[in-house]
């Protein structure tokens, strides 16, 4: 079968480091999004991982481990307007290939 | 703004109805792709059909159904409207449509079944 986990709810404060971790088992594992939703509006792409390692991208980096099933989106120097929710999605490759979206994790920045 | 255009916004209708929402994918994008997100469900992938031709399929129910016209716009059809229909529509665009592009998402049409 197919399932994502990430926690539910996170709270960090403005200028901190946040670490938002998500666990996968999946068959036919082709790779994992991260995108950013702000409430009520289309998410928004932050990056891709395919191989083992660290991609950064400025304030945001996402880890993978594939062979432990596991990313983290690490995000620094949070600012009020990164209170989103951020969903991690895996690419699937079983009977063709589709992306599967964790539930998402809703982030707080409090001042 | 991704370039994906959705019409309608926003959509209120009774059980037992049919709809269509569109989406207009950004310029020179081949490939579309269906979201449902309601609040218990988190995102759900229905279908993804690339220049014309369906690509892959995810939890489409069979009172739905898509199409992705010549002009590459695609519409998604509800049909026999229930309670639990009752979501935020996405429509992604990418160019290609391999599992390693971007999807660039609409702002989405919000269904409301009465």
């Known amino acids: 079968g197919q399932n994502i986990d990430q926690p539910t709810e996170m709270t960090a404060t403005e200028g901190a480091i946040v670490q938002i971790n998500c666990t996968y088992q999946t068959s036919g594992f082709n790779g994992l999004f991260w995108y950013q939703q702000h409430a009520g509006e289309a998410p928004t792409f932050l990056s891709y991982n395919v191989l083992d390692g660290l991609e950064e991208k400025g304030r945001f980096s996402s880890f993978l481990s594939r062979s432990k099933g596991y990313s983290y989106l690490l995000l620094k120097e949070l600012q009020m307007k990164d209170s989103a929710s951020y969903l991690c999605a895996v690419i699937s490759n079983t009977g063709g290939f589709k992306t599967i979206f964790g539930a998402g994790t809703r982030l707080f920045v409090k001042a | 703004d991704s370039g994906v255009t959705q019409t309608p916004k926003h959509l209120i209708t009774a059980t037992g109805q049919r709809v269509t929402l569109r989406c207009s994918p950004r310029?020179?994008?081949?490939?579309v792709y269906w979201y449902q997100q309601s609040l218990d469900q988190g995102l759900q992938f229905l279908i993804q059909y690339y220049n014309g031709e369906e690509r892959a399929k995810g939890n489409i129910l069979e009172r739905f159904s898509a199409q992705q016209f010549p002009d590459l716009h695609s519409e998604l059809n509800l049909s026999s409207l229930e309670l639990g229909d009752s979501a935020l529509y996405f429509c992604?665009?990418?160019?290609?449509?391999?599992?390693?592009?971007?999807?660039?998402f609409g702002p989405g049409t919000r269904l409301t079944v009465l």
């Open positions: 992604a665009s990418s160019v290609f449509g391999q599992y390693t592009d971007t999807q660039y």
């Open positions: 310029s020179g994008d081949l490939s």
